[in-house]
C-alpha cells in the first residue's frame, strides 16, 4: 500500500509540477484539465482498499504547498470525491467510457461544491472558491469530462504499480 500511495504521489507531484508551470495561463478559457483528480478517481475505483483516499490526502497536501492555497484545501477537496469514488464502486460497472465520464463530471462539480462550501465557511477572502457562473469552471469540467477515459485507459495499461489489490480480487 505505502509503495502504491507513494507512486501515485510522486506522479501527481510531477503533474502539478507541469500544471502550474506550464500550463498556468490554462488550456482553454484559462482552465486546465484536473489530471491529478483523475488519478485519484482511477486509484479509488481500482484499489479493493483505502489507497485512494490515502494518496488523495498526500496529493491534496502536496497541491497545496505547490500553490497558494490553505494547508488542507485540496486534501479535502481531493478525499471527499475519492471517498465517493470508494462507496459506490462496488454497486457500479466499470465501463471504459461512460463511467469515466460520469465520474468525472460528478468529480469535478462535487469539487466545486465543496469548494463554495470552505469559502463560505472560512471567508471569500480565505479560500477563491470555484464560481458555476465562470466560464473557466466548465471548462475544467469539460476537459475532465473528455480526458477522463483516455487517462483511465492509460492508468489502467501502464499503473498495475499503483494497484495494491485489485477491487475485483
Same mark, same amino acid.
Given at each position: 500500500?505505502?509503495?502504491?500511495?507513494?507512486? #501515485?504521489?510522486?506522479? #501527481?507531484?510531477?503533474?502539478?509540477?507541469?500544471?502550474?508551470?506550464?500550463?498556468? &495561463?490554462? %488550456?482553454? !478559457?484559462?482552465?486546465?484539465?484536473? *489530471?491529478?483528480?483523475?488519478?485519484?478517481?482511477?486509484?479509488?475505483?481500482? &484499489?479493493? &482498499?483505502?489507497?485512494?483516499?490515502? #494518496? #488523495?490526502?498526500?496529493?491534496? %497536501?502536496?497541491?497545496?504547498?505547490?500553490?497558494?492555497?490553505?494547508?488542507?484545501?485540496?486534501?479535502?477537496? $481531493?478525499?471527499?470525491?475519492? $471517498?465517493?469514488? =470508494?462507496?459506490?464502486? !462496488?454497486?457500479?460497472?466499470?465501463?471504459?467510457? =461512460?463511467?469515466? *465520464? @460520469?465520474?468525472?463530471?460528478?468529480?469535478? %462539480?462535487?469539487?466545486?461544491?465543496?469548494?463554495? *462550501?470552505?469559502?463560505?465557511?472560512?471567508?471569500?477572502?480565505?479560500?477563491? @472558491? $470555484?464560481?458555476?457562473? &465562470?466560464?473557466?469552471?466548465?471548462?475544467?469540467?469539460?476537459?475532465? %469530462?473528455? =480526458?477522463?477515459?483516455?487517462?483511465?485507459?492509460?492508468?489502467?495499461?501502464?499503473?498495475?504499480?499503483?494497484?495494491?489489490?485489485?477491487?475485483?480480487?
Amino acid at each position: 500500500m505505502i509503495k502504491s500511495v507513494s507512486l #501515485a504521489s510522486m506522479l #501527481a507531484v510531477l503533474i502539478l509540477f507541469i500544471q502550474t508551470t506550464w500550463f498556468k &495561463n490554462g %488550456i482553454l !478559457a484559462s482552465a486546465t484539465p484536473d *489530471f491529478t483528480l483523475l488519478l485519484i478517481l482511477w486509484m479509488s475505483f481500482s &484499489n479493493k &482498499n483505502i489507497e485512494g483516499l490515502l #494518496a #488523495a490526502f498526500v496529493i491534496g %497536501i502536496a497541491h497545496d504547498f505547490l500553490s497558494s492555497s490553505p494547508l488542507g484545501f485540496h486534501a479535502f477537496l $481531493y478525499v471527499v470525491p475519492a $471517498y465517493v469514488a =470508494l462507496l459506490i464502486r !462496488a454497486s457500479i460497472f466499470i465501463d471504459r467510457i =461512460l463511467m469515466p *465520464f @460520469a465520474a468525472a463530471l460528478l468529480a469535478t %462539480i462535487l469539487k466545486a461544491l465543496l469548494s463554495i *462550501f470552505l469559502a463560505r465557511l472560512f471567508g471569500k477572502g480565505a479560500i477563491i @472558491a $470555484y464560481s458555476f457562473g &465562470n466560464i473557466r469552471f466548465w471548462m475544467e469540467c469539460l476537459m475532465n %469530462i473528455l =480526458l477522463a477515459p483516455l487517462v483511465f485507459w492509460v492508468l489502467s495499461k501502464t499503473g498495475k504499480a499503483f494497484i495494491t489489490k485489485s477491487h475485483t480480487e
